[in-house]
């Protein structure tokens, strides 16, 4: 019972602070592009090194 | 990224404005956009969004949108600006959705951490405890998460109608209610992990849904041109200014440059022209025009500036009298009654008389209210459509998903329902069958070096024939000659010097046939004459053909003459209607729906707008007119005309998954609902139940995954 205590309010905050990131990508514009960023990690940063 | 060395070099505040390319389809064509766009100076920073097709460039004010567009061009991509988005509504209400979707789902998997540990055995304190925590998450929840179906019950409770939202809300109120008592009498069950699970997989479904709306019209106001909504007003001090659509008179005086289309009706005060009346009339040939002749909104000056002085504009244009016909036409189709509201029609009464029941039916057994009460709380939750509620929009989400990555635009969820039900498709010939723009047709017999001048000069100038010859010279791997002081003779054409020689592209110095789309190809004294016609799209033939094979009647119902159209019918074997005005198109449709028959109406002009709206369903091409775009419930891009095809197609294998998600529904219920209505389903039933076909619901709408298969 002792362990419940500290247990499960951990399990809920660990819960409500992904819930809590998951607003702030949704509001940051995370959610915008999904099947852009799947593709972004394909892209070779190599050009823009070259340019600069 | 070097996009930032840019912006830190320029002084002056940077404008953004969005732009559709419907051509990105790779990850390549990212890194192309992005880092090919900033090297133009002006531009300072390019964001391609893959999932809306779209890109966001941020640039300097002074530059032009046809600088921009060119920009774009350069690259090999083809961009539309877009409007500013004023319409954020929709979008708020699916972001809204989201969230409450999110909250749902978090507190769902936390009750069920709770619910787990009660079920394999936790009792007395613990339990009440455990019950106690639940309620503190789920009663929140309910709270926020529940809103979207507790405003659309009241709202239809209050109209004394019944939705599906009404056992929803009742369900889950009473089951929150019930779950309360329970735990504060320390009872064995609460029913508070169901109640939010149901919330939760309701709010997927009504997610997925909103989405696909939001798609959809991202992606068609994407294609929407926001040009041509004004002219170049001749003022009393003789100066022009831009003067807007809404704003223009009649008795003002408008220049018009060639290649734009008129802004309102009028009459022809000076100069010379030819003017494109496909979108207005479905007529292929342009006519000419001089002083005197009467032009109409929304058709394209096609060879050299000219005067009109304005008759009408505003709401008293030939356009706007075609606006409001669609308008009407439009209203009888608001009245189609989707898939899912005609099953809620009779599900909602029946799962309300059935909790009923079982409530009466336990009383006159005599367990007792409370215990009754239970069980009519178990019915509730358990009949509760989840899979029914994913049924449709899931199928219908992944189908209008692989129809998009297809190049076909699905505007709601409604349009797959009504396509599916089509028996014969209307077409509407120029621009629809045919691709709407002059295609150079001889340009084989050109010898190469020709060929480049040819590109070179059409080049310079912004003549729809020079740019449909610079298109497919480019298509060709043509490079441009090198040419120089090169100038354009309005209306007559282009000439330049190369090598020495005066090499020009414009009027054949015969003028030898003034009916056909012609221009002349001179090098010094030698002419050559490249023919322009309206081609049929590729694959045209095989589309009717392949149409005809899945049971769909064709008819051609056009605007054009009977000469322009036979040729088009003859070869695709169709049967036509010609010289039709849009409201005899209309008419036609109109006749034949009160038939029974339904019908796909494909179709791109002003003239085929009512049409387009009235017909069961409808689909337009991408280079279609706005009003076209606007009413079509498809929109596609491409020139192909297969897209049709694999429209159908995915609409008629939706609808047959979204049946056999119905069937899934119903034999659960059918095992489920026995359970329930003998008071057997204990929270831990109801969870499994309902998550299992929520599951099965989902898996079998992603079998839609492939557009074309």
């Keep these: ?52 | 990224m070097n996009a930032l060395a840019h912006t830190a070099g320029q002084g002056s505040a940077l404008v953004s404005d969005d732009f559709a390319v419907p051509d990105i389809r790779c990850a390549g064509c990212i890194s192309k956009l992005e880092n090919g766009l900033v090297r133009n100076s002006g531009i300072a920073n390019a964001r391609v969004n893959f999932t809306a097709k779209r890109v966001t460039l941020e640039h300097d004010p002074a530059l032009s949108l046809p600088d921009m567009v060119g920009a774009f061009l350069e690259l090999g991509f083809e961009a539309h600006p877009l409007e500013q988005e004023n319409g954020d509504a929709t979008r708020e209400d699916s972001k809204q959705l989201m969230r409450a979707m999110a909250v749902a789902g978090f507190a769902m998997m936390n009750i069920m951490l709770l619910s787990v540990s009660v079920w394999s055995g936790a009792g007395g304190v613990t339990r009440d405890m455990f019950h106690w925590l639940s309620a503190l998450i789920a009663l929140p929840t309910v709270a926020y998460a529940g809103q979207p179906f507790f405003r659309s019950a009241w709202r239809a409770l209050r109209m004394r109608r019944t939705n599906m939202d009404v056992p929803i809300s009742i369900g889950v109120l009473l089951a929150t209610g019930m779950s309360l008592y329970e735990t504060a009498t320390s009872g064995p069950h609460a029913y508070f992990d169901s109640a939010v699970m149901l919330l939760f997989f309701l709010l997927v479904g009504r997610y997925l849904d909103s989405m696909m709306r939001d798609r959809a019209r991202s992606g068609v106001t994407a294609l929407l041109k926001n040009m041509g909504t004004g002219a170049m007003v001749i003022g009393e001090d003789g100066r022009e200014r831009w003067v807007d659509t809404t704003a223009l008179e009649p008795g003002m005086v408008m220049t018009v440059a060639a290649g734009e289309r008129f802004a309102a009706d009028g009459e022809i005060i000076e100069g010379t022209t030819r003017i494109d009346k496909s979108l207005l009339t479905g007529e292929s040939e342009s006519e000419a025009a001089t002083c005197a002749t009467q032009v109409h909104a929304g058709t394209l000056n096609m060879e050299a500036p000219v005067r009109v002085r304005i008759s009408a504009a505003g709401e008293d244009t030939t356009l706007a009298d075609l606006a409001r016909l669609m308008g009407e036409a439009a209203q009888g189709k608001s009245r189609y009654v989707r898939i899912a509201d005609r099953a809620a029609r009779f599900y909602a009464p029946a799962v309300h008389s059935l909790a009923l029941i079982a409530f009466a039916g336990w009383i006159l057994a005599g367990i007792g209210v409370h215990q009754s009460l239970l069980i009519a709380v178990a019915v509730l939750i358990i009949t509760c459509p989840c899979a029914l509620g994913l049924a449709v929009p899931a199928a219908q989400i992944v189908s209008a998903g692989a129809l998009m990555r297809a190049g076909v635009l699905v505007k709601d969820g409604s349009a797959i329902e009504r396509l599916s039900e089509v028996d014969s498709v209307a077409f509407d010939k120029t621009g629809t069958l045919t691709l709407g723009r002059p295609e150079p047709q001889n340009l084989d017999q050109l010898s190469r070096d020709e060929k480049s001048i040819a590109l070179a000069l059409a080049s310079v100038s912004r003549h729809p024939l020079s740019q449909s010859l610079s298109a497919a010279l480019r298509r060709m791997d043509i490079l441009p000659a090198d040419i120089s002081n090169a100038t354009e003779t309005v209306g007559q054409g282009v000439t330049a010097m190369w090598r020495g020689k005066t090499v020009s592209l414009g009027r054949p110095a015969g003028d030898i046939a003034s009916d056909k789309l012609v221009t002349a190809l001179a090098i010094s004294s030698e002419e050559r004459i490249v023919s322009f016609t309206d081609d049929l799209r590729p694959e045209a033939e095989r589309t009717t053909a392949m149409l005809a094979k899945m049971g769909l009647d064709g008819i051609i119902l056009s605007g054009d003459r009977p000469q322009a159209v036979s040729r088009v019918a003859g070869k695709l074997g169709i049967t036509a209607l010609v010289n039709l005005l849009p409201q005899e198109k209309l008419d036609f449709l109109k006749k034949q729906q009160a038939l029974g028959r339904h019908i796909l109406m494909v179709g791109d002009g002003l003239n085929d707008g009512p049409a387009l709206a009235a017909a069961h369903a409808s689909m337009a091409p991408a280079t279609a007119s706005d009003a076209g775009k606007n009413a079509a419930d498809l929109v596609w891009m491409g020139d192909s005309l297969m897209p049709v095809v694999h429209a159908v197609r995915a609409a008629r294998r939706t609808q047959q998954i979204v049946r056999q998600n119905f069937a899934l529904a119903i034999c659960y219920n059918i095992v489920a609902v026995p359970l329930a209505l003998l008071g057997m389903v204990t929270p831990l039933i109801a969870a499994i139940a309902m998550s299992g076909s929520s599951l099965i619901v989902v898996a079998n709408a992603l079998r839609l995954r492939s557009a074309t298969a």
Excluded: H, T, Y
Aim: proline letters at 4%.
């Design chain 1, 1 to 52: 019972m002792n362990g419940l205590v500290i247990l499960i309010p951990i399990a809920l905050g660990l819960g409500l602070a992904g819930l809590a990131a998951f607003f702030w990508s949704l509001k940051n514009g995370q959610f915008d592009d999904p099947d852009g960023a799947a593709l972004r990690i394909l892209i070779d940063d190599e050009e823009d090194a070259q340019c600069d």
